[in-house]
Nanobody, 120 residues
């Protein structure tokens, strides 16, 4: 009943920038936390950044100062602006929403993932 749809992934050169967007759809009353995770080839998913409904941001050390997370509560949308990209940022990026309150219950949801490749 809750669907996350991502956009903005692609191929970028080192030092470049890319912006990701994720929209949560469905009969949603509210969303507590939203965030971005990534998974490199053969690795576990790792946290990139999260943001609470009140706007409190948290970042992985590896992306601090380069990435910025933001959200629009009225649109149930979370964004990730990625600057100064490095080859080690290459991964599938997943959008997450937790504490999603709907008429049928409270859920967590994941997006389908979008590929970000940083390469010359």
């Amino acid at each position: 009943q809750v669907q996350l749809v991502e956009s903005g992934g692609g191929l970028v050169q080192p030092g470049g920038s890319l912006g990701l967007s994720c929209v949560a759809s469905g009969s949603i009353y509210s969303i507590n936390g939203m965030g971005w995770y990534r998974q490199g080839l053969g690795k576990q998913r790792e946290l990139v950044a999260t943001i609470t409904r009140g706007g409190r941001e948290n970042y992985a050390d590896s992306v601090k100062g380069r990435f910025t997370i933001s959200r629009d509560n009225a649109k149930n949308t979370v964004y990730l602006q990625m600057n100064s990209l490095k080859p080690e940022d290459t991964a599938v990026y997943y959008c997450n929403a937790d504490g999603v309150v709907t008429p049928r219950g409270i859920f967590a949801s994941w997006g389908q993932g979008t590929q970000v490749t940083v390469s010359s």
